[in-house]
């Protein structure tokens, strides 16, 4: 069990980028090097963007667990088969704004937002809205792993591993509303059915191989051994993990190596 601590960088990349920290403007007639004060610089007031931190948060923490089983097949064969799981919650969720008109959830319909519905805070006209952090996002994280080993001998050695798993959380942004090139840079915070699902990051399977194999030397000659012995070529081979999901996938040889 791990405590979840909110430290400061949670708070600081969205406050850094709010006013009066930040406020953007434009000097049509600016040449550079004319410094960082230009009185002709002018802005919107009304698009700035403001902030919002959630106050006495709950604490935070992380579950986790596994259970492992190895086994000796035969001699240097080594099998091993295990579950591993996680569970967070209270973490930290970020969006680009909070300030949105809300949704309301019509039986046999679902939720469906109102034409002229009313913002979060209607007294805030900026038009960059508000950036949020909020602590009710959570995690859970379900894997099998299974890995078949063989040790070196004969000059050989090779290992397959293989992990089935799935991420489901109510938020994967933890200081950004766009974090991953998949997210939703403003979700429905204040809406958490909305945002139950598969995490950003979530990859279902995962196959990954490594062999090393001795080179045979030449021994002719004492030369030849000298120059052709104690090479080895190794390798990792992946398949793409977009394509895993089919039953012909593609092996793709990521890193060979042959070193002495």
């Not at 913002?119 to 792993?145: C, E, M």
Request: proline share 7%.
């Amino acid at each position: 069990m791990f405590d979840v601590l909110p430290l400061p960088y949670v708070f600081a990349l969205n406050t850094s980028a709010t006013s009066p920290f930040q406020i953007i403007g434009a000097d049509k007639n600016a040449k550079l090097g004319t410094g960082v004060v230009d009185p002709s610089v002018s802005f919107d007031p009304q698009a700035v963007r403001n902030r919002f931190a959630q106050q006495n948060p709950k604490r935070a923490d992380v579950l986790n667990w596994n259970i492992d089983i190895q086994r000796q097949l035969v001699t240097g064969l080594t099998l091993q088969v295990g579950y591993i799981g996680s569970r967070s919650i209270h973490l930290s969720e970020t969006a680009d704004d909070i300030n949105l008109v809300q949704p309301s959830l019509i039986s046999g319909v679902g939720y469906v937002f109102p034409l002229n519905g009313t913002k979060v805070d209607p007294n805030w006209g900026g038009g960059a809205g508000i950036r949020p952090t909020i602590f009710d996002a959570s995690a859970h994280y379900n894997a099998l792993q299974t890995q078949l080993k063989k040790s070196f001998t004969r000059g050989f050695q090779a290992q397959g591993s293989y992990t089935y798993g799935k991420c489901i959380d109510r938020g994967s942004s933890p200081i950004a509303g766009d974090t991953y090139l998949n997210s939703i840079a403003v979700p429905l915070l204040l809406v958490p059915a909305t945002r139950s699902g598969p995490c950003d990051y979530d990859i279902r399977q995962i196959f990954s191989g490594n062999f090393i194999r001795e080179v045979p030397s030449i021994k002719s000659s004492k030369l030849a051994s000298a120059i052709t012995g104690g090479w080895e070529l190794g390798s990792i081979v992946t398949p793409p993990v977009h394509r895993l999901r089919s039953r012909s996938a593609v092996v793709m040889i990521r890193s060979t190596r042959l070193q002495r």
